[in-house]
Structures are given as structure tokens and as C-alpha cells.
């Protein structure tokens, strides 16, 4: 069916973390078409934001068409969908993306920070053995949620969330092993998880989401360095927007 704008209804929106929220909507349409590490476009009401904001869907419910995004304040867009209840509606595009390949007899699930949510669906999805390892700063979140679907390790930067130290640190630690890594967060991460699968032999895919500005390949901030020629560009680069936000570690450059 392609990607969908629609009007959607807020069913239940919370603060589960400073500055981060979980939103559920109504949205059928694209809750039957998503499917894990892809993202909808949500739109402010300001008619001075031309842009919308891309924001990963962390889980989806297609028996009662809902789709929830967790989601953190990061400007005046964010900050208005904050404020927003069940009285509201919003105005949302999707699924838009690439989502996460199912593949693998034993994986490895890997976010960190608000790369988290998106690895919650996939875990959901996932029909193999699961080891799921969350990478904060200094505040836990959605941790719970994830144990149903595997073997849950955290790692925070102050240690007082499992391992101090980074997701690597956890997964070296507990000596963590796969022939497949899912993963999910800034891009210092994604480089360190690439290097490591490379070193490992292990197939990789990799959520680039956190580079995303406008969400629909218009602005080109999302631009990263690719092994083939783009066929929109015809360079070396891909619009993490369009062509991901899902790669093969061995598609990119980071």
C-alpha cells in the first residue's frame, strides 16, 4: 500500500523517563502495513514547522490498529507532542523506511539511548533465540518490556545500570554470542558494533535513525557515505531517510 498520511487519535501518551515520552495513536492503516525499524512522520500543528518530525515506531499492534513511538524532547516539535492526551489528535505519515530483516538462529539485539525503542518490536518478531543488550546514560527505561523476548543486560555510563561502560563493554563482559547483531543508536556505537561484527564474522544491520532531520530525503542532512552509487545522487552517498534507515554494516561508511 505505500505510505499513508492520516489524522490520527492519541489513545495514551506518558512520561516514562526525564524527557522522554511513550505515545500510543490509532493509526490502522499503518500499523497493518509496519513492520520493525521503520518510522512514521509526525507533523506539528504550528503551521510555521513545514517539517515533520521522523520518529521510530517502537512497538505495533495490528489486532487493534495502534502503533506506539517513544520518543525524546529535542526541540520545540518534540516538546509540543509532549503535551499532548488522549483528547488530541496528530497528524502522522507511515510506515516510511526500510525496516529490519528477520534472519538468524541466535541473535544479538543492541540500542542505545532512544535507539532503544525501536529494538522492542523487533524483539517481539524476532522467531529465534534472543540476547538483548540496552545501553543508557544514567536513567532505565522500557528494561521490563524487553524480558518476555530474551536474556535482557543494560550498561550505563555511571555503572549504576548493569555494566559501567558501553553495550561492547556488556557484551564483552558477559560474553555475549551471535551470527547476527540487530542495532540501534548514535553512531560512535554503530561504528564500534560494525567493527566488531566485521572482526567476528557476524552479519549486521543497523538502525541509522538518530541522523534523520526532515524524514521525507528533502533536506540532505541525513546524507551518509555508501559502497555503491546512490541512483537519486549518483555518488557515493545514501539518504539514510529513504534508503534506510536499515543497512547492512557493510553498506556504509561511519
Known amino acids: 500500500m505505500g505510505k499513508i498520511k492520516m489524522t490520527a487519535n492519541i489513545v495514551r501518551q506518558e512520561n516514562i523517563a ?35 518530525r521522523p520518529i521510530s515506531i517502537c ?20 516538546k509540543e507532542f509532549s503535551k499532548l492526551t488522549s483528547d488530541h489528535t496528530i497528524d502522522v505519515m507511515g510506515p516510511l523506511g526500510n525496516g529490519f530483516t528477520l534472519e538468524g538462529k541466535k ?41 518476555p ?13 548493569g555494566v559501567k561502560g ?13 551470527d547476527v547483531i540487530f542495532a540501534c543508536g548514535p553512531t560512535p556505537m554503530l561504528r564500534a558494533i560494525a567493527d566488531y561484527a566485521l572482526a567476528h564474522d557476524i552479519v549486521a544491520q543497523i538502525s541509522m535513525e538518530e541522523k534523520m532531520a526532515c ?4 533536506c540532505l542532512a541525513c546524507v551518509c557515505q555508501s559502497k555503491d552509487v546512490d541512483d537519486h545522487s ?4 545514501k539518504r539514510i531517510c529513504k534508503d534506510g534507515p536499515v543497512f547492512y554494516a557493510g553498506e556504509v561508511e561511519l
Open 18 to 52: 526525564t524527557d522522554i515520552y511513550s505515545m500510543i495513536i490509532k493509526a490502522e492503516p499503518i500499523a497493518m502495513e509496519a513492520k520493525p525499524g521503520q518510522f512514521i512522520n509526525v507533523y506539528s500543528a504550528d503551521g510555521s514547522k513545514l517539517l515533520p
Open 59 to 78: 512497538e505495533i499492534d495490528r489486532e487493534n490498529g495502534t502503533i506506539r513511538i517513544v520518543y525524546r524532547i529535542a526541540g520545540a516539535g518534540t
Open 107 to 147: 541473535a544479538i539485539l543492541i540500542g542505545g539511548g532512544i535507539g532503544i525503542p525501536p529494538m522492542l518490536q523487533l524483539a517481539k518478531e524476532l522467531s529465534c533465540e534472543k540476547s538483548i543488550v540496552l545501553g543508557y546514560r544514567d536513567e532505565e527505561f522500557l528494561s521490563e518490556e524487553f524480558k
Open 149 to 161: 523476548y530474551g536474556e535482557v543486560y543494560m550498561s550505563s555510563d555511571s555503572g549504576t545500570i
Open 166 to 178: 558501553t553495550v561492547m563493554d556488556a557484551i564483552k563482559e558477559y560474553g555475549i554470542e551471535g
Open 215 to 218: 524524514g521525507v530525503g528533502a
Open 234 to 237: 549518483k555518488v557515493h552517498n
